[in-house]
């Protein structure tokens, strides 16, 4: 069983930047594909980012697009968020989670769509 823990979130101003990380165990790494999901308190789950278990395509939520970027480290088996131009509307805890299929944005942006997550790591932006 894949189990994953996020690290990297933190309070930082407007502007900023932070990288999180998001480390597996269990069984293989390589085949799993992974995203990022964030949830504000009184919102529901929203999708951020996903990238393929080779790291050759990645999907973003538009509110992020061109500020964040996903990346993967096989031989570590660690997926990496780097998050720049922080707004504070981008507070929230953010998730890592495990898909064992691929599909479409439309399908890749729902939380069901995949079948192990973290425990969540809080980021907060101060205007």
């Known amino acids: 069983q894949v189990q994953v823990v996020e690290s990297g979130g933190g309070l930082v101003q407007a502007g900023g930047s932070l990288r999180l990380s998001c480390t597996a165990s269990g069984r293989p790494f390589s085949g799993r594909h992974m995203g990022w999901f964030r949830q504000a308190p009184g919102k529901e789950r929203e999708f951020v980012t996903v990238?393929?278990?080779?790291?050759?395509?990645?999907y973003y939520a538009d509110s992020v697009k061109g500020r964040f970027t996903i990346s993967r480290d096989n031989t570590k088996n660690t997926v990496y968020l780097q998050m720049n131009s922080l707004k504070p509307e981008d507070t929230a805890m953010y998730y890592c989670?495990?898909?064992?299929?691929?599909?479409?944005?439309?399908?890749?942006?729902?939380?069901?769509?995949?079948?192990?997550w973290g425990q969540g790591t809080q980021v907060t932006v101060s205007s």
């Open positions: 989670a495990v898909s064992f299929r691929w599909g479409t944005l439309a399908t890749m942006s729902t939380p069901v769509q995949y079948d192990i």
């Open positions: 990238i393929t278990w080779s790291g050759g395509t990645t």
